[in-house]
């Protein structure tokens, strides 16, 4: 299997083992990106990526060896930990410029057998807001299969987990491996997923909107 492993920061924290831990879990190639270091730009809003062309995007080059990697991949894995109780503006900028691949707009068919996971970590809460960032750009994206997991690890770094809650981590990832390994190569939309495709085929074949 293919992993595309994209971190909200660049320091190796709490989000950065969990993440890590799930993806060498889930074993065969990983691919990893860290932000905002491999990918720092803001989207400028020209609209040139959905009216026209993504190649057209200012930042398309600097993009693509992340896009590359996403479309190679089986499974994707945003992690962030929680910034004021969202994910962080370099894991915002990054799927900002994804904005012409939602179903409503010129979606990758791949995205339909894949499998997501959004990690998020916080020393108290935020995890779920921040899930939820990663989740939306997953959902409208069209990924078949998305989970989402976030730990309170009341701790500033990794090292300051309590043990036991750690053991506790570290073996949710596990099975959470376990849970995609199991679904590899028969992965469908869920039914929120073939919804949004079936209402927004019928409304462009309605208003013939190409």
């Known amino acids: 299997m293919n992993t595309v492993l994209i971190h909200g920061q660049s320091h190796k924290g709490s989000t950065y083992n969990i993440s890590r831990k799930l993806a060498e879990s889930i074993g065969g190639n990983i691919t990893e990106f860290f932000l905002p270091r491999d990918f720092g730009c ?10 026209e062309s993504e190649k057209l995007c ?18 994707i894995i945003l992690a962030s930990p929680v910034y ?10 990054l799927l900002d410029h994804y904005a012409y691949r ?31 960032d990663m989740y939306d750009s997953l959902l409208y994206w069209g990924v078949g299969r998305i989970y989402k997991y ?3 690890v009341r701790a500033a770094g ?33 039914l929120k ?9 019928s409304a462009k074949r309605l208003f013939g909107i190409k």
């Open 158 to 190: 990794y090292d300051g987990v309590n043990p036991k809650q750690k053991i506790k981590i570290e073996n949710d990832m596990v099975k959470l491996a376990d849970r995609i390994k199991a679904n590899a190569g028969r992965v469908k939309p869920c």
């Open 42 to 51: 803001f989207c400028t809003g020209c609209f040139k990526c959905i009216n």
């Open 150 to 152: 976030g730990a309170a």
């Open 58 to 75: 200012p930042h398309y080059e600097k993009l693509k060896p992340i896009t590359e990697a996403i479309d190679k991949a089986d499974v």
């Open 84 to 93: 004021v109780f969202h994910a962080t503006g370099a894991m915002k900028a």
């Open 102 to 132: 939602w179903l409503v707009h010129r979606p990758e068919k791949s995205m339909l057998k894949k499998q997501a996971v959004c990690i998020s970590t916080a020393a108290g809460a935020g995890m779920k807001s921040a899930n939820r």
């Open 193 to 201: 997923t073939r919804l949004y495709v079936f209402a927004i085929g």
